[in-house]
Structures are given as structure tokens and as C-alpha cells.
Nanobody, 120 residues
Framework: QVQLVESGGGLVQAGNSLRLSCAAS????MAWFRQAPGKEREFVAF????????YYAEPVKGRFTISRDNAKNTVYLQMNSLKPEDTAVYYC?????????????????WGQGTQVTVSS
């Protein structure tokens, strides 16, 4: 079982930035998802184990950046120009089965989630 621990959430005003971290127990292809109240969990960003490839959901392209430090087994999500609609619990996911990286069921392991709240 892959262990994942997220941190870095909080309350910010619209237009500001936050950086989320996800510490893993090893080196994996990893992703960030988010879940807003009353909505399904949705894909945000994906990064391969070596950091060579990254993919983003359309709503966050150009504002969010996923990166990793493999010396620390940690993946980051830098979130800039935050909007109220970015408010959600953010989850990191790992142990990717392969296939469509945007699907929740392609990941075997999840972190506990970290709350991000963006005020207008």
C-alpha cells in the first residue's frame, strides 16, 4: 500500500497562490484530483514518475503547475491566480494502473485530502 500525505491547503483570497505537497512512500506516477461540495471528484493534474510528462485539466491550464522532487518522494501542485471555483478538497493519488490518467478508478492509493478555500 502506497502511503500519501498531503499538506499546504488553506484559505486565500482570489488571485493569490498556494502550493500543495504530497509526500509519498516511493516514486510513482502521481496525480492531483479535487472534490468540491456536492460534486464528483475531478482530475486536476498528472505527472509521470520521472517528471518528464505532465498533463492538466482545462480549467487549471496556465494557472497550476505540477512538479516533483524525487529526492524527497514529494509531488507539488503550485496554484496561481486562484479563483473561488477552485475551492475544494484536493487529493493526491498514486499507484496508477495505466490507461486514462483522468479517471479516479485508475489509482489504487489516495491521500487524506487537504482543504483549499478561495474567497472572492
Amino acid at each position: 500500500q502506497v502511503q500519501l500525505v498531503e499538506s499546504g491547503g488553506g484559505l486565500v483570497q482570489a488571485g493569490n497562490s498556494l502550493r500543495l505537497s504530497c509526500a509519498a512512500s516511493g516514486r510513482y506516477d502521481m496525480a492531483w484530483f479535487r472534490q468540491a461540495p456536492g460534486k464528483e471528484r475531478e482530475f486536476v493534474a498528472f505527472i509521470t514518475w520521472n517528471g518528464r510528462s505532465t498533463y492538466y485539466a482545462e480549467p487549471v491550464k496556465g494557472r497550476f503547475t505540477i512538479s516533483r522532487d524525487n529526492a524527497k518522494n514529494t509531488v507539488y501542485l503550485q496554484m496561481n491566480s486562484l479563483k473561488p471555483e477552485d475551492t475544494a478538497v484536493y487529493y493526491c493519488a498514486a499507484d496508477f494502473r495505466g490507461g486514462d490518467y483522468r479517471r479516479r478508478d485508475m489509482y489504487r492509493s489516495w491521500g487524506q485530502g487537504t482543504q483549499v478555500t478561495v474567497s472572492s
